[in-house]
């Protein structure tokens, strides 16, 4: 093949390259205006997206804050009169618990850390279990206990299971009947 036939090649398929590109332009153009949305000035709104999952369902306390206050100090303070005396039993240097400013931290060795705090914007208890993860509680009234309710557990019978599992020992905080501990 000579050079002259190789560029007529070269150029008569560059042109037919340049025919097919433009027609399936012009068809995805078509395609696009035959699903064109009207967003003028004149239309309310373009229609919302639809995501595959829905957002999570929120469910806000109507507790009021005070009573708040009230519930999570009086379980903050027994949950840490309560581990206070059980690491006193079991004695050991790698358990340590301490409180203040709203947060109570757990220690427990090589077994992990909890982290259980006040959150008062969203009138919560929070929890952060080195066994079970992080935790969001409200108070159910009906039940006088902190719930966690994407599942229905009480920050009690977590905490009371967890740390018997951890110690291997029977675990009660007391932390039941929230409303008849309020000093």
């Known amino acids: 093949m000579s050079l002259r036939q190789?560029?007529?090649?070269?150029?008569?398929s560059l042109s037919v390259?340049?025919?097919?590109?433009?027609?399936?332009?012009?068809?995805?153009l078509h395609s696009l205006s035959e699903h064109r949305v009207d967003v003028s000035p004149r239309t309310q709104r373009p229609p919302r997206r639809?995501?595959?999952?829905?957002?999570p369902q929120v469910k806000h306390s109507d507790l009021p804050i005070e009573q708040y206050h009230q519930y999570s100090d009086a379980t903050m303070d027994k949950m840490l009169e309560s581990l206070e005396?059980?690491?006193?039993?079991?004695?050991?240097?790698?358990?340590?618990?301490e409180y203040g400013s709203g947060v109570l931290t757990l220690k427990l060795g090589s077994k992990g850390t909890y982290v259980i705090n006040k959150q008062p914007p969203n009138k919560q208890i929070w929890l952060?279990?080195?066994?079970?993860?992080?935790?969001?509680?409200?108070?159910?009234?009906?039940?006088?206990?902190?719930?966690?309710?994407?599942?229905?557990?009480?920050?009690?019978d977590l905490l009371n299971q967890e740390l018997s599992d951890a110690l291997?020992?029977?675990v009660d905080l007391g932390l039941t009947?929230?409303?008849t501990q309020l000093s």
Do not use: C, I, M
């Open 128 to 156: 952060s279990s080195p066994f079970s993860g992080p935790k969001r509680y409200d108070y159910a009234p009906e039940q006088d206990e902190w719930v966690y309710y994407r599942d229905g557990r009480s920050l009690s």
């Open 50 to 55: 639809s995501f595959a999952t829905p957002p």
């Open 177 to 179: 009947d929230v409303s």
């Open 85 to 97: 005396n059980l690491l006193d039993e079991l004695a050991d240097p790698e358990y340590e618990v």
């Open 168 to 170: 291997g020992r029977k």
């Open 6 to 12: 190789a560029t007529r090649t070269t150029a008569r």
């Open 17 to 28: 390259l340049r025919r097919v590109s433009h027609s399936h332009a012009v068809r995805a």
